[in-house]
Nanobody, 123 residues
Framework: QLQLVESGGGLVQPGGSLRLSCVASGGTLVGYAIGWFRQAPGKERERVSCISGSGVIKYADSVEGRFTISRDSAKNTVFLQMSSLKPEDTAIYYC?????????????????WGWGTPVTVSS
């Protein structure tokens, strides 16, 4: 029943910024761990960030200090603000809702996924 739709991706130059949105319908993001993942061709899917149901936030080392995850409960939306973008950030970015409220879970616990939004960082 839950549907997640990502938006905000695009082409940006190195050092630029993008704000990704993940809007939920048919269900709520409130109370669940919500993760942002990315996958580039030939590489494994990587968890970029996660916000738990209680607001605990985690970041991958590769994006720490550059990305910010946040949630607007009233809009049933989770955001990923990306700054100081690097070419290695190029990937399709997905949001997903976990079965649990904690971010201390594996990717297998994220059962509901959007279709992704592409981000390309290139000059």
């Amino acid at each position: 029943q839950l549907q997640l739709v990502e938006s905000g991706g695009g082409l940006v130059q190195p050092g630029g910024s993008l704000r990704l949105s993940c809007v939920a319908s048919g269900g709520t993001l409130v109370g669940y761990a919500i993760g942002w993942f990315r996958q580039a061709p030939g590489k494994e899917r990587e968890r970029v960030s996660c916000i738990s149901g209680s607001g605990v936030i985690k970041y991958a080392d590769s994006v720490e200090g550059r990305f910010t995850i946040s949630r607007d409960s009233a809009k049933n939306t989770v955001f990923l603000q990306m700054s100081s973008l690097k070419p290695e950030d190029t990937a399709i970015y997905y949001c997903a809702r976990a079965t649990y409220s904690t971010c201390a879970v594996t990717v297998k616990s994220f059962g509901a996924w959007g279709w992704g939004t592409p981000v390309t960082v290139s000059s």
